[in-house]
């Protein structure tokens, strides 16, 4: 079955400052990628996320990039803010409905 | 719009019993998933549900089990509780077609078994 890989585990940065987080799947036939973000007591939060048939996706702060040559995609967080501090998760799927698997987590925390 | 509700927010409950949780999923949406999160494990696929059908299971045992009603509420019951089925239980509604471009998790049940 899919397995996903997230790294790193726990991000520190200072407020301003880009934050990159690295996923890398393993079933060729995933074809949807989304990114979650979770705040303590919350559930996951999706904020973006994007397809096989496109490499790159943005949406002001946040964007994601995917190869599927090398079977990874990241998330990029620009000018980060201290509420950017949360759980994020990197998730795949080989379909459109229902089973995501997901990666363990970065627990990114923005310094101000 | 409301968003995905599930009842209880906490439970606690002893090794042997068995436990129901609710979920009550945005209004128009047709699908229901359920995850367990633990620190272990992370987020694990359960079940999910299209139309009271299930259309995809995870890899848990079966006391794991669910069910989704006509007006797209779904429960999850696990039978035999072990302590090892202490987690955030996480329901997520997508719909109408149940893309999951369009799913949204609720709060989560906490369950502690003891």
């Known amino acids: 079955g899919e397995n996903v890989e997230q790294h790193p585990s726990t991000l520190s940065v200072q407020e301003g400052d880009s934050a990159v987080i690295k996923c890398t799947y393993s079933?060729?036939?995933?074809?949807?990628f989304p990114w979650y973000k979770q705040e303590l007591g919350k559930g996951p939060q999706l904020i973006i996320d994007?397809?096989?048939?496109?490499g790159e996706k943005k949406d002001q702060r946040i964007a994601v990039t995917l190869n599927k040559t090398a079977k990874h995609f990241s998330l990029h967080i620009t000018e980060t803010q201290p509420e950017d501090s949360a759980v994020y998760f990197c998730a795949a799927s080989t379909d459109s409905w229902g089973k995501l698997q997901f990666g363990a987590g970065t627990q990114v925390v923005v310094t101000p | 719009k409301a968003g995905v509700t599930q009842t209880p927010r906490y439970l606690i409950k002893t090794r042997g019993q068995q436990v129901t949780l609710s979920c009550s999923p945005i209004?128009?949406?047709?699908?229901v998933s359920w995850y367990q999160q633990t620190p272990g494990q992370g987020l694990q696929f359960l079940f999910e549900?299209?139309?009271?059908?299930?259309?995809n299971k995870g890899n848990f045992p079966g006391r794991f089990s669910g069910r989704q009603f006509s007006n797209s509420r779904s429960e999850m019951n696990v039978s035999t509780l072990e302590l090892g089925d202490s987690a955030l239980y996480l329901c997520?509604?997508?719909?109408?077609?149940?893309?999951?471009?369009?799913?949204?998790f609720g709060p989560g049940t906490r369950l502690l078994v003891l």
């Open positions: 079933d060729s036939a995933s074809n949807y």
């Open positions: 994007i397809r096989s048939n496109v």
């Open positions: 997520a509604s997508s719909g109408p077609s149940g893309r999951l471009e369009t799913q949204y």
């Open positions: 549900y299209f139309s009271e059908t299930q259309r």
């Open positions: 209004s128009g949406h047709r699908s």
